[in-house]
């Protein structure tokens, strides 16, 4: 039940940028999201800005929206920043999972980020590494196109896998003492 003396939505948007204005500590938060954003953003030097500006400004206004809703029902205390926590952690993963998506399917963008959300069963990958007699580390990327898949009688067999190099082994020389 919402009482008449709490502000409307307006009136709490009002009420947090006078509180934002006062102190730093929003502004800084702020600004430095915005940065992680620019350099998540998998675009050219143009591009990059928009692009993560766009994504920044967007989980700026859904927080403050989640804030503003959820303040005027709940009362200011530990529950109200629980519920914007939950919330709030909700609606900005599946913001961030929207710009993959949109990223990936309008501009080919963010492959690896995209892809590896989705619940697919084969492409598997893993570093074998390898420590050498005079100290120099070699890693292996190796990928399966396909892993086997338990039949449903229930006996467990093992067929052969087809391991392949992503790419290139890498070799670590180890530091001359």
């Known amino acids: 039940m919402i009482l008449a003396s709490q502000p409307t939505f307006f009136g709490a948007v009002k009420a947090f940028f006078e509180v934002a204005l006062v102190s730093p500590w929003p502004a800084t938060l702020f600004m430095i999201s915005l940065a992680g954003y620019y350099y ?7 591009w990059r800005l928009v692009a993560g500006a766009l994504h920044g400004v967007a989980q700026g206004l859904l927080l403050l929206m989640t804030i503003c809703v ?19 952690g909700v609606l900005s993963a599946t913001l961030l999972g929207l710009y993959f998506l949109l990223s990936l399917n309008l501009f080919g963008k963010h492959w690896n980020e ?18 050498g007699a005079n100290g120099d580390l ?26 392949h190099l992503i790419e290139k ?4 020389r180890r530091a001359s003492a």
């Open 114 to 131: 995209a892809f590896s959300a989705l619940r697919i069963e084969d492409y598997k990958c893993f570093l074998r590494m390898r420590i």
């Open 169 to 172: 082994p890498v070799l670590i």
């Open 40 to 46: 998540l953003a998998d675009y050219p030097k143009p």
């Open 138 to 163: 070699t890693i292996f990327p190796i990928g399966l196109k396909t892993v086997p898949r338990e039949p449903r009688s229930g006996l467990l067999r093992n067929p052969p896998l087809r391991p």
């Open 70 to 88: 959820l303040g005027r029902w709940l009362p200011q205390t530990w529950t109200l920043i629980l519920a914007v926590g939950v919330v709030g």
